[in-house]
T-cell receptor, first 115, second 111 residues
Framework: GAVVSQHPSRVICKSGTSVKIECRSL??????MFWYRQFPKQSLMLMAT?????????EQGVEKDKFLINHASLTLSTLTVTSAHPEDSSFYIC???????????FGDGTRLSIL | GDSVTQMEGPVTLSEEAFLTINCTYT??????LFWYVQYPGEGLQLLLK?????DKGSNKGFEATYRKETTSFHLEKGSVQVSDSAVYFC??????????FGKGTKLSVKP
């Protein structure tokens, strides 16, 4: 149980394109979803926390107009990288949990490459 | 603020060797501690966890003990296999329900 599906797994696109990444909890209702960014050979950095039906809480230094997060239902959160540039290239991972202190279940990540 | 420090890799071992990956943390209070594993091209999977001092988490032959006195949560395995090759992340549970990760340690096990 507790499967989180992230789609797409890999995206390659031109600079200036907007890219949407989906994160779905397949067999549970996710009250909270997290979005992380992982730089090469570095740790996962929390970008934002989203609760269903409310605005996402962004970490310091993360541009909310650049990284749009929507958590419209209990099973789906989306991250849209707007007007992506090469410096946005990274590995993005989402996680979801079904209770305030419950464990986080991770998606398989999305490799974003901006040319 | 809260933080996690883990030994830098990469770590290269022969099959059946003993593994230790050190992890220490800084936190207010007594957070839950976790080890996650990331296989090539995949997301993170929870390997084990401990929620209070002296707890030992274990899974798939891996163990880690929550040491309050040394603020450590070192990962150990007695005999590694090639299939254990992955990146291992130590993490602590933040006060907001988030996770704070270490930088990860890449393990390569050679046959």
């Amino acid at each position: 149980g507790a499967v989180v599906s992230q789609h797409p797994s890999r995206v390659i696109c031109k600079s200036g394109t907007s890219v949407k990444i989906e994160c779905r909890s397949l067999d549970f209702q996710a009250t909270t979803m997290f979005w992380y960014r992982q730089f090469p050979k570095q740790s996962l950095m929390l970008m934002a926390t989203s609760n269903e039906g409310s605005k996402a809480t962004y970490e310091q230094g993360v541009e909310k107009d650049k990284f749009l997060i929507n958590h419209a239902s209990l099973t789906l959160s989306t991250l849209t990288v707007t007007s992506a540039h090469p410096e946005d290239s990274s590995f993005y991972i989402c996680s979801a949990r079904d209770a305030p202190r419950g464990p986080q279940h991770f998606g398989d990540g999305t490799r974003l490459s901006i040319l | 603020g809260d933080s996690v420090t883990q030994m830098e890799g990469p770590v290269t071992l022969s099959e059946e060797a003993f593994l230790t990956i050190n992890c220490t943390y800084t936190a207010t209070g007594y957070p839950s501690l976790f080890w996650y594993v990331q296989y090539p091209g995949e997301g993170l999977q929870l390997l084990l966890k401990a929620t209070k001092a002296d707890d030992k988490g274990s899974n798939k032959g891996f163990e880690a003990t929550y040491r309050k006195e040394t603020t450590s949560f070192h990962l150990e395995k007695g005999s590694v296999q090639v299939s254990d090759s992955a990146v291992y992340f130590c993490a602590l549970g933040g006060s907001q329900g988030n996770l704070i990760f270490g930088k990860g340690t890449k393990l390569s096990v050679k046959p």
